[in-house]
């Protein structure tokens, strides 16, 4: 059992003569929540969301995801797949609180929204399933959070649908999560006997009501009969397993087994806040039951600015560790977690402000570039709708406009108390396709097109095949580069051909390796020379490339490092088998050799390139494939096709569960071998099952593949 949290009261006032907070700002900090909304894909995350700008009054008619009209689902491309593709950030309010949300994806093609958006928020609402329980990419996203130390709630949706097992997904939360999940509701009826929740903490039933048949009016009421014993032992869990986590409330449960209400809400914040607590509530958003209860436990157990961490970094006067906290008197500091392009505002920065104020018309700093910029316009978001500001204040979550210089990743900061902030972690892509304009008067705007889509997306990459002089765009998967080109034909009208997707292959080692290179040239009159002697070693699988230098600086002096460094990346990132990128692989520097005359910075970059491509033939090289984790849904009756049509995909499968009426297939299978899968799992099943898939590891192709490959 984790260790218990003291009882501490982190809650701040919220008048404007707070040390924190400046006068003008909207809210105070206290009641302030950064959330995210957090789900595998179809858990309902979008329908939450429009609910609760519903009946926080944000919006005056609910959008639907099946209708195409949702407020966060603003693209044409979410409106027509009824999926969400970007993370959307809208403000509303509720019991006198502010509360920013990012609705994210579920998709794991676009994992990168919930990536990096969790790196900016304070708290985050996981949405399961109540008949699909814990999902792949539900493991995924938690996983995601779990290394923000983000505090979660969660809530069980869909418990309406049939098949509907509130505990089936606690129970899956503690096993497959390791999540301290606890109800704090328990659901009254199931499935299509679905009427509304019993609160654990009131110890009343709710009902929703209302004129509108939209669910508007909560209506407490005293506990069914048949529920009655159920709630009591469930609520006795609830303060035993609160107990032994939180010291207030266990001096509270000695003194009176029967604890007040404001005691187990302050117990379950705490515990909450401090990631040993996972609240579980429930509900049926599409049928308007359970939002607004969820609503107030967002207030009530997710923490504010007040009660997280300070946000730390590198300052760069001195490269010392630096914290500022959550103050609107603190130097400035705030991190870029989104760009994306408007066609009436241009570039828009998304951003967090964790210190200090952002005002317009003020020069900020971005420490990566050692520029400043002027601030242009400041907004406030909701969905793709913006409202001009003047200030952004610490814990708000808003957009510039304009700004040239930042990107996604980027610190914003004063110049003269300038902070480095830790970037965000971004995957590699696993899949490309070539690209290329239909006519020459195409080819600029296309070049700007994918320029753009790449400043926004950090999982696009673009590259250009010397060989074949083709522009080569890679991305997470088959959708991912569909909605790539769906939005070059349509948002920037620009008419492309694009080739079919491939693999994007890995190449890797697999044992120790010397090489030596000595650069001996005259170019343009001068004569450059560096010699140098590497070794390349295999790293353990998802450790990225390392470069070390054993030798001191009598051999190689250190003015030399910084080019050898670059020409030992610019070789990871060709490879010597068929021109992929290195991966998984230490370089060290163990020789080398200079002329106090000629040695130069080019002759060692060049030496360098030459020396890893040496030592890696020497390493054993291998070509490494994207394997994907699939997890299928299946009946019965085709269980069997579908097993017999993995094997011939040279899937391995993981795990067969028998559910309701269904079976779940987890297998591993290369990349390569389901391209086109959604249309032969339909035909294999009569469009019966269904299927998601995310990458999971890097391995060797088959040695009889591998020329086949390389020699395509």
């Excluded at 508007?216 to 506990?223: F, G, L, P, Q, W």
């Excluded at 697999?510 to 030596?516: A, E």
Aim: hydrophobic share 40%; glycine share 8%; charged share 25%.
């Amino acid at each position: 059992m984790p260790s218990a949290v003291k009882q501490q009261n982190n809650s701040q006032s919220s008048n404007s003569d707070s040390p924190r907070e400046a006068e003008g700002r909207g809210s105070a900090l206290s009641a302030t929540r950064n959330i995210g909304i957090i789900a595998h894909i179809d858990a309902g995350k979008t329908t939450t969301t429009e609910r609760i700008l519903y009946y926080s009054g944000k919006v005056h008619k609910i959008g639907e995801v099946h209708d195409g009209t949702a407020t966060m689902d603003w693209m044409i491309q979410e409106q027509e797949r009824g999926i969400t593709i970007t993370s959307a950030a809208t403000t509303c309010f509720w019991n006198k609180h502010q509360i920013n949300i990012i609705d994210t994806p579920g998709h794991v093609d676009f994992t990168v929204e919930v990536e990096r958006s969790l790196r900016i928020l304070d708290g985050a609402v996981g949405v399961f399933c109540a008949v699909g329980a814990v999902q792949p990419q539900s493991e995924t996203v938690w996983r995601q959070a779990k290394k923000y130390e983000v505090p979660r709630i969660a809530f069980i949706n869909k418990m309406d649908r049939m098949g509907a097992d509130f505990e089936n997904v606690v129970q899956q939360m503690r096993n497959k999560l390791t999540a301290p999940a606890i109800p704090v509701q328990i659901p009254w009826g199931a499935a299509e006997d679905f009427k509304g929740i019993v609160d654990l903490i009131k110890m009343q039933a709710i009902l929703f009501t209302g004129e509108d048949s939209l669910g508007s009016t909560v209506e407490y009421t005293d506990i069914p009969a048949e529920l009655a014993a159920k709630a009591e032992e469930a609520r006795a869990t609830l303060i035993e397993y609160v107990a032994e986590l939180d010291e207030g409330l266990l001096e509270a449960f000695m003194e009176n087994t029967d604890v007040s209400e404001k005691a187990l809400v302050d117990a379950i914040r705490r515990t909450t806040i401090s990631n040993l607590l996972v609240p579980v509530f429930c509900g049926s958003s599409l049928k308007n039951k359970g939002v607004q209860p969820l609503l107030d436990a967002v207030v009530d157990y997710l923490p504010s600015p007040l009660d997280i961490p300070s946000i730390t970094g590198i300052a760069l006067k001195g490269e010392e560790n630096v914290s500022r906290e959550a103050s609107d008197f603190e130097p400035l500091s705030g991190l870029v977690f989104k760009m994306t392009t408007d066609k009436f505002v241009g570039k828009l920065a998304f951003l967090r402000i964790y210190s200090g104020q952002l005002k317009k018309g003020q020069n900020i700093y971005n420490p990566r570039t050692r520029k400043r910029e002027r601030v242009g316009r400041l907004l406030r978001l909701h969905a793709n709708l913006r409202e001009d500001v003047d200030v952004l204040y610490a814990g708000e979550i808003g957009g510039m406009a304009g700004q040239k210089l930042f990107t996604t990743g980027d610190t914003v900061c004063a110049e003269n108390d300038a902070i480095l902030l830790e970037n965000i972690e971004f995957p590699e892509p696993v899949i490309s396709m070539a690209i290329e304009p239909k006519t020459t008067a195409d080819k600029d705007h296309l070049v700007d097109a994918l320029q753009d889509l790449s400043d926004e997306d950090p999982t696009f990459h673009i590259s250009l095949n010397e060989e074949t002089g083709q522009t080569i765009i890679q991305g997470m998967g088959e959708l991912h580069l569909e909605i790539i080109k769906d939005r070059i034909l349509r948002e920037y009208k620009v008419r492309a051909n694009a080739g079919k997707p491939t693999v994007a292959y890995r190449e890797s080692v697999q044992k120790t390796g010397i090489g030596r290179f000595a650069f001996d040239r005259e170019i343009g009159g001068t004569t450059h020379f560096a010699s140098l002697h590497l070794q390349v070693s295999p790293k353990p699988q998802g450790s990225g490339n390392t470069v070390i230098f054993d030798i001191s600086s009598s051999i190689i002096p250190n003015e030399f490092r910084t080019s050898i460094e670059e020409g030992i990346h610019d070789a990871l990132m060709t490879g010597v088998l068929g021109n992929f990128a290195i991966i998984d692989t230490e370089v060290k520097v163990i020789g080398g050799e200079t002329d106090s005359v000629n040695s130069t910075d080019v002759a060692f970059r060049s030496a360098a390139v030459m020396a890893v491509r040496e030592a890696v033939k020497n390493s054993k090289p291998t070509l490494l494939e994207p394997i994907m984790l699939l997890e299928i849904d299946t009946p019965e009756e085709h269980l069997g096709d579908v097993l017999g049509d993995l094997s011939s995909r040279r899937g391995r499968v993981r795990e067969i569960k028998a559910l309701e009426d269904v079976h779940v297939v987890q297998a591993d299978v290369p990349l390569a071998e389901v391209f086109g899968y959604a249309t032969s799992l339909r035909s294999l099943t009569k469009g019966r099952a269904s299927y998601t898939m995310e990458p999971q590891a890097f391995e060797s192709v088959p040695a009889s593949m591998q020329d086949s490959i390389l020699n395509r």
